[in-house]
């Protein structure tokens, strides 16, 4: 850790929103200088960013919230990956430094038509801005086009050692495109090709269908009370 002082709060319990019937607590940061080295060494500690803010989860009575992360230069493809690939080569993408109005639009288009029933929803310009964009690291844009039709973002933190994988939508139309596994596939490149070590795909929950797709990333690391290790290894943590 560098030699900035950090301090650390803890939120009062709230409702799970990945385990129904869960209460779930935030370790915060309370930091005025963040900046992108910091966090990328937070990051390797198990901590995430929403907005400006860090956080990381400490539960009780839970354990099921594991931090995941993919070695990129040791990460093999999948057959079914290769035929994600293959079935959308004719897209193509690029990176861009700032969101636009067109971002906001598809974003809101993505959350309405597959999370009306999650905490995202209603969709607002300012919640859009408020999870996504950041003061202190300003995150970096990856688009996915059919043609000249923007039909997914890919948000990411491009830091030293690595990326972060913020939040990734899609065009609802392209659903069976499976562009979700597409820009993580894109962004495993997209580092490999920066030369980074790692992209990090935030927590895996076993026990959320919505969030237990991140395995399919192999060879891929768990942060685990010894550090992180071979995620293949590790059994999976439960409540």
């Not at 907005?51 to 992360?69: F, M």
């Not at 927590?203 to 269908?209: A, C, F, L, V």
């Amino acid at each position: 850790m560098n030699s900035k002082s950090i301090s650390v709060g803890i939120s009062k319990p709230f409702d799970c929103s990945y385990i129904v019937g869960n209460q779930e607590q935030l370790l915060v940061i309370q930091e005025d200088q963040l900046d992108g080295q910091l966090f990328e060494q937070l990051l390797a500690m198990g901590f995430r960013r929403n907005g400006n803010a860090i956080y990381k989860p400490r539960c009780p009575q839970c354990q099921a919230c594991q931090s995941i992360r993919v070695p990129v230069h040791s990460f093999k493809l999948s057959k079914r990956q290769k035929r994600t690939l293959r079935n959308n080569q004719l897209l193509h993408w690029k990176v861009v430094t700032k969101t636009t109005l067109e971002h906001y639009a598809l974003y809101a288009r993505y959350i309405n038509a597959r999370h009306h029933d999650g905490p995202m929803y209603p969709p607002s310009q300012s919640q859009f801005e408020d999870f996504l964009l950041c003061d202190w690291l300003p995150p970096t844009f990856i688009e996915l086009y059919d043609a000249d039709k923007l039909i997914g973002v890919a948000v990411t933190d491009n830091l030293t050692h690595s990326l972060s994988a913020i939040y990734s939508y899609f065009d609802p139309e392209y659903e069976k495109n499976s562009l979700g596994s597409l820009m993580i596939l894109i962004q495993c490149q997209l580092a490999k090709s920066l030369g980074k070590h790692f992209v990090y795909l935030g927590y895996q929950i076993d026990e959320n269908r919505k969030m237990s797709y991140k395995r399919q990333y192999r060879p891929y690391q768990i942060l685990t009370p010894n550090g992180w290790q071979n995620g293949e290894l590790v059994n999976p943590l439960s409540c």
